[in-house]
C-alpha cells in the first residue's frame, strides 16, 4: 500500500491541477494513480500509517521512521507516485523498516506551468507541516517515538521552505511541539542565499530539523539559469551547493562527479542530471544512512572527503 496525502481539488471523480482540500489516500499496488475513491477518515489514515512506521522490538520500546517525500513541478500524479514507488522499494532493499508517504501538492505536467505551480505550491505549502509533520507529532506515545523526515525533489524544496516559514507564522501551529529529523533536499529549485545561517527566508527550516543534508549536481541543466522555462532566477542550490554561511546543521554532498561517472545509466531517463536520484542505489543507501544518523556525516560509508566538501560515491566493499 502506498500512503499519500493530497491537497489537490476533485472534479468529476479525479484529481485535478488546482489546490483543494486534503485527501488522505492509501494507494492499493498496481495501481497507477492516485484516485479520490482511495481516501480513508483522516483518523483511520494515521492510525495505519503510524502502525506502518513502527519497527523494532515490540518489547523494548520499539521506534519508528516517517519519510515525507515531496514531489517538484511539472510532476503528474502518476509520476509522483512512481517515483514515490521507487523510493520505498530502494530504501528497503537496503534495509529500511519505516514508511514512505507522500505529500502530493497540485502541479500540472506542463514544464510551461513552472511559475503558477510555484504559487500552488505555496498556497497550499503550510499543510504539509500542519496536516502531516504535527498530527504526527501529537500521536507520538511513550511506549514508541516516530522520527519523521523529509526528502523534496526539485520545487518539493520550495514547498518545505515555504511550509515551515508559514506554520510559524501561525499562532496555533507555532506554538505547538513539532520538529523534523533529517531534511534532505535533491535538485532543490531553491536560491542559494536563502539557505544561508542568517536568511529570513530558512530561518524557520533550520530550526525545526535536527540536520539539513543538500545534494547537488552541476550537471543539472534543468537548474541551469540559461534554462528559459525558469525565467532566469538567481542560481540554485540543487545546482551549486550550499552558500558558504550555511550553519553546521547543514551539509552539502555533491554528486556532480558521481553523476558524471555514471551517466550512461541514466541516459533513458528524462531529464536525467535532475531525476537520476530515485534510481540510483548508492544515493538511497545515503538517504538511508542520513535517516538512521548511525554515522557521523562525514564518515558514511557513501561519500568521500571531509565536512564542507563531501560528494557522493560507490561505497567500498
Not at 74 to 84: F, I, V
Not at 99 to 108: E, I, L, N
Request: proline share 5%; aromatic share 10%.
Amino acid at each position: 500500500m502506498d500512503y499519500i496525502f493530497s491537497v489537490r481539488s476533485v472534479r468529476r471523480g479525479a484529481f485535478t491541477d488546482e489546490p483543494g482540500a486534503t485527501h488522505f489516500l492509501a494507494v492499493p499496488p498496481g495501481t497507477s494513480s492516485p484516485r479520490p475513491e482511495h481516501a480513508l477518515r483522516k483518523t483511520a489514515w494515521f492510525d495505519v500509517v503510524f502502525k506502518a512506521a513502527r519497527h523494532g522490538l515490540q518489547d523494548d520500546a520499539p521506534r519508528g521512521d516517517v519519510l515525507f517525500y515531496v514531489h517538484g513541478y511539472n510532476t503528474p500524479q502518476e509520476t509522483m507516485l512512481a517515483r514515490q514507488r521507487l523510493i520505498r522499494d530502494g530504501l528497503e532493499a537496503k534495509g529500511f523498516e519505516g514508511v514512505v508517504v507522500g505529500f502530493d501538492w497540485p502541479a500540472a505536467s506542463l514544464a510551461l506551468n513552472y511559475l503558477e505551480d510555484r504559487l500552488d505550491a505555496k498556497f497550499t505549502a503550510f499543510r504539509l507541516v500542519t496536516e502531516g509533520i504535527a498530527s504526527f507529532a501529537r500521536m507520538q506515545r511513550a511506549d514508541c517515538f516516530v522520527n519523521l523526515h523529509i526528502l523534496a525533489h526539485s520545487t518539493g524544496a520550495f514547498v518545505v521552505r515555504e511550509a515551515f516559514d508559514d506554520a510559524d507564522d501561525r499562532p496555533g501551529v507555532a506554538a505547538s511541539s513539532w520538529s523534523v529529523s533529517q531534511v534532505m533536499l535533491i535538485s532543490a529549485d531553491i536560491s542559494r542565499g536563502s539557505l544561508a545561517g542568517d536568511s529570513a527566508k530558512s530561518s524557520s527550516l533550520y530550526r525545526h530539523c535536527v540536520r539539513l543534508t543538500n545534494y547537488h549536481n552541476p550537471f543539472d541543466d534543468v537548474l541551469s539559469l540559461s534554462n528559459v522555462k525558469r525565467i532566469g532566477v538567481s542560481p540554485r542550490v540543487g545546482r551549486i551547493g550550499l552558500p558558504h554561511d550555511a550553519p553546521p546543521k547543514a551539509v552539502d554532498v555533491n554528486c556532480g562527479p558521481y553523476f558524471d561517472a555514471n551517466r550512461a545509466g541514466f541516459a533513458g531517463l528524462k531529464f536525467a542530471a535532475h531525476t537520476w536520484y530515485f534510481h540510483d542505489s548508492v544515493f538511497l543507501e545515503d538517504v538511508l544512512h542520513t535517516i538512521r544518523g548511525d554515522v557521523d556525516r562525514s564518515e558514511i560509508v557513501t561519500r568521500a572527503g571531509m565536512p564542507g566538501a563531501l560528494a557522493l560515491r560507490r561505497a567500498v566493499v
